[in-house]
């Protein structure tokens, strides 16, 4: 930690997680497009921790691609005997480290900076070990911890364990630990298994301190922060937390969302000031709104950037690499994939626009599509500045439409078209007077025949 003692972090993630019912692991499955692990692990960041090891079981390989890249050792917890048990598999991995050691839990995603440093201070202030504490609105079978008005731990018991006095007690333990490394090796070393399940556990970190007469003390963060994970159910609401974070905070930051439940963001969403947001917004990972863009109602966008003052939508669709420039227009049912609007540009109905360079100004009229893939290999388009693009026309690509030209409505055009050029691709009209009329004439004599009795 920055100006303070080190911090080496071990995170525990070697759970079945049986109850997830998946054949992905429970901690990389996603809370706003992001895996719930990376949302731990890049929180902690701001902590500048020396040292990272993840704590892996069942699925390894899973969590080894995760973090592909990431400074972070992965060691094997192998059989699994508890978090204890798993805790202590960490240690060769900081042999020689000498600073403070952080246990936490990969199914825990929304455990703070803030928070650990205000247990590192525990440690600071006197205390051998610093555990966490939470008041659920139902204390269910969570194991509790009683304290005293200072913050220090008299005891530390499982719900199973516990007296109903202790019961009665509403400061339950999240699980998550921290002790000086020295300290944390030793007394995990010392945990046994005389329990029901014949299983290590962490919490007996703490219980041992106490046992040889040391302080230990519990510091107290908000239930929702320590919310564990280990179902779908609480998936989706450890999902709509984050969402309510993410709606209030961008809201605070100068958008406005009009319907601000509907609107889904995701982790990596960046939203300048004055932007507007209709109802049922979906944002994917990797998209960015300049000032003064308005998103209208039923968006799905990912991996986009929308200039400023830009409006898209209602029902439009922004795949990856969709550039917009100031004041773009997309609008209803247009699809854009790996593209490119100048300044100005507008596609407002029913188009698709994909692996395409659209000029400023340029107009793209109602069912226009780039046909930009050959079943082989994707193609270009480019459409140059303050063109005009007719009404139901195929541009195949790849092909170039030059600056101020004009395609009829209805071509299919498979040539460059030279700036300035007026391009008419369909057939020529036949024209045959008074043929409707004839038609319909005979139509109805026919018809009226024929319901003769």
Known sequence: MTNATPLAIVTLAAGKGTRMKSDLHKVLHPIAGRPMLLHLLSSLDALEPQRRVIVAGDRAEQIEAALAG?????????????????????????????????????????????TVRRLCSALQ???????????PADTAAYGR??????GSVRKMVEHKDASADERAVTLCNAGVIVAAAADMWRLLGAVGNDNAAGEYYLPDVATNAIGEGHTVKVVETAAAEVAGINSRAELAQAEAV???????????????????????????????????????????PGVKVADKATIRAFSHIEGATIGEGCEVGPFARLRPGAVLGAKAKIGNFVEVKNATLGAGAKANHLSYIGD??????????AGTITCNYDGYFKHRTVIGERAFIGSNSALVAPVSIGADAIVGAGSTVTRDVAAGELRIVRGEQ??????????????KKKKAEKAKP
């Open 145 to 150: 911890i009683i304290a005293d008005a200072d």
């Open 125 to 135: 202030g006197g205390a051998m070990v610093a555990v966490l504490g939470f008041r």
């Open 430 to 443: 036949l024209i045959k007077p008074g043929w409707a009329d004839r038609f319909h004439d005979a139509m």
């Open 356 to 365: 395409a360079e659209v000029g400023a100004a340029a107009n793209i009229g």
């Open 242 to 284: 984050w969402q309510d974070f993410k709606r209030a905070e961008a809201m605070a930051a100068g958008a406005s969302l009009r319907a601000p439940e509907t609107v889904f963001f995701s982790w990596d969403t960046e939203l300048g000031r004055d932007v507007t947001i209709e109802p049922h917004v979906v944002f994917g």
């Open 70 to 114: 990431m400074d972070a050792q992965i060691v094997l917890q192998e059989p699994q005997l508890g978090t204890a048990h798993a805790a202590l598999q960490a240690r060769d991995s900081l042999e020689g480290f000498s600073g403070n050691v952080l246990v936490c839990f990969g199914d825990v995603p929304f455990l703070a900076a803030a």
